[in-house]
C-alpha cells in the first residue's frame, strides 16, 4: 500500500515536473517571438526613418541647388576678375625676396 502510494506520488511529481517544463518552454518561445517581433519592428522603423532622411536630404539638395549654382558662377566671375587685375607673380630675383638671400 505504501509504495502504491509513493509510486502514485512520484508519477503526479513527474506529470507535475512536465508540466512545469512545456510551461517554462512556451513560456521562452513566447518571449523570443516577442524579442524577435520587437527587433523586426525596430528595423522596420530604423529603415523608414533611413528612407525619409535620405528623402529629405534628396529634397534639401534639389532646393539649394540652384542658389549653388549662383554662388558658383559669382566666385568663378569674381576669381577671373582678379586674376585679370593682378600683376604676375614676382620672379626669384625680385626685391621681395631679398631677405632669403642672407
Known amino acids: 500500500m505504501y509504495e502504491e502510494m509513493e509510486r502514485w506520488r512520484q508519477q503526479e511529481h513527474e506529470v507535475m515536473e512536465r508540466k512545469l517544463q512545456q510551461e517554462r518552454e512556451e513560456m521562452e518561445r513566447k518571449q523570443q517571438q516577442e524579442r524577435e517581433d520587437m527587433e523586426r519592428k525596430m528595423q522596420q522603423k530604423h ?18 541647388q540652384p542658389e549653388r549654382e549662383y554662388y558658383k558662377t559669382v566666385i568663378s566671375a569674381i576669381t577671373e576678375r582678379l586674376q585679370m587685375d593682378l600683376p604676375p607673380p614676382p620672379h626669384p630675383g625680385h626685391a621681395i625676396f631679398s631677405h632669403l638671400s642672407t
Open 47 to 64: 529603415a523608414q526613418m533611413e528612407q525619409k532622411l535620405q528623402q529629405e536630404r534628396e529634397a534639401w539638395e534639389s532646393e539649394i
